[in-house]
């Protein structure tokens, strides 16, 4: 707890992302990894494997761009660090402990910031549309991932804006967040690998389904080439007699390489 509360108080970032809540939801995902670390193992090395495989897919190399790099938990730093020239990790929060995993790796840089331009504005209580994120049309960009992201993206801005406009309104924003970020990689000529939680399955002691929910805001799920469970809530971390865990798929698309420059 007091560790916690120091996290809080040390870890750098925007007024607004604090305001949001994105703060303190990072220290409590680091804080269940510890509680789960077991559990979690086999999501986190499926996630390591599909971007050491993007990465050999990848065959210039000097940007890689990573979306949702968080605590670094689910990141090959050093694999990358050694493949690429430079490495931009992109999150709202860059926690202390990932700021200390990049400390000896000079061409490793934390970029703070949204991938959507909404959330300064949601902070306010106001809605916008979503704008491309431009750092992915960087054309020194050579492998862009996107990092169990996709399905956080609407997360906050459902929860800041539920009850200001009506429900209608919040599903359609909440879809247009989703998809606004789908098209960014659609749109990129990078090699991209996109790695997002998609369906949530809550069961009970008995292993009996009670609950199955989209993570995408009930969009079509993208087209997989890979896919795994996450355990993320074994009971009894979120109760006795419950357990949740994650379907999550990976899909990587080569990137638009002139012969040129190979
Ligand atoms: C499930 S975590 C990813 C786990 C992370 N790779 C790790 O190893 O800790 C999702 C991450 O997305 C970030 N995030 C959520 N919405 C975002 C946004 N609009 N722009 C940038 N990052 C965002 C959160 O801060 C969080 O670190």
């Known amino acids: 707890m007091i560790g916690e509360a120091l996290a809080w108080l040390a870890t750098p970032c925007p ?3 604090r305001r949001l809540g994105l703060l303190t939801e990072s220290i409590a995902i680091s804080a269940r990894h510890r509680r789960c670390r077991a559990a979690w193992a086999p999501h986190l090395a499926a996630t390591r494997q599909v971007i050491l495989d993007a990465i050999a897919r990848t065959p210039r190399r000097r940007t890689a761009l990573v979306m949702g790099s968080g605590a670094l938990l ?3 730093l050093e694999e990358l660090a050694d493949a690429f020239e430079r490495v931009l990790l992109v999150d709202l929060v860059h926690p202390w402990t990932a700021r200390l995993k990049t400390r000896h790796l000079p061409q490793v ?3 703070t910031d949204d991938v959507t331009g909404t959330l300064e504005a949601v902070a306010r209580g106001e809605l916008v549309r979503p704008r491309p994120f431009p750092l992915l049309a960087d054309p020194e960009v050579d492998l862009a991932v996107s990092l169990n992201l996709l399905s956080q993206i609407p997360v906050v801005p459902v929860r800041r804006l539920d009850g200001r406009i009506d429900d209608a309104r919040l599903a359609a924003a909440a879809q247009n967040l989703v998809k606004s970020h789908l098209a960014d990689f659609d749109r990129s000529r990078a090699a991209t690998l996109l790695v997002s939680d998609v ?3 809550v069961t009970d002691r008995n292993g009996q ?3 199955r929910a989209s993570l995408i805001a009930d969009l079509a799920e993208p087209r997989a080439d890979r896919e795994w469970w996450w355990d993320i809530a074994p009971a009894p971390e979120i109760d006795s007699n419950s357990s949740e865990r994650r379907r999550v798929v990976a899909r990587f698309v080569p990137g638009a390489f002139g012969g040129e420059s190979l």
Do not use: G
Request: a negative charge.
């Open 15 to 17: 007024f607004y992302v």
């Open 74 to 76: 689910d990141v090959p």
């Open 109 to 111: 840089m934390h970029v």
């Open 199 to 201: 369906e949530r399955v």
């Open 209 to 211: 389904e009670i609950e």
